[in-house]
């Protein structure tokens, strides 16, 4: 029954992990660049952090706290439920998350070395890729 998820069909649940995993990856990845102080050293996220003065590192826990519980009630509610609106929110988080995965990658490369976030980017590239596959070949998963 799509909307409940009370009778849930194998792949929804397959869905449902792979999303859970996304998540699990950008909570990480925040901790990583929380403890490389990303707010300091990366031009997007100095300016993102200075809009919510006047602590930028606290402006960047709140920030990246707002992220990792809108992707749990995402999971909770509109991936786990099955939602009409699941599979774009899932390609949503698949893009953003491929973005950034690839983004630190790129900035590191630029960079010459490590940057903050760069340990736990190719985690969040395989997961976000990984649920991208699992999205493709079951586009109706969660409307049918």
Sequence with gaps: MAGTGAARRPQARGLTVA????????????????AGRLWESFPPAAFLT??????????FIAINAALIAFGVWCLLWPVRREWPSAMSIAWGWVALETINGLGHTVWSLREGGYTPGLMTAPVLLVASVYLGSRLQPNQRAWSA
Excluded at 19 to 34: D, G, I, L, R
Excluded at 50 to 59: I, K, N, Y
């Design 19 to 34: 999303f859970a995993a996304v998540v699990a990856a950008q909570a990480a990845h925040s901790v990583e660049e929380y």
């Design 50 to 59: 200075s809009l919510f003065p006047p602590d930028r590192e606290t402006a």
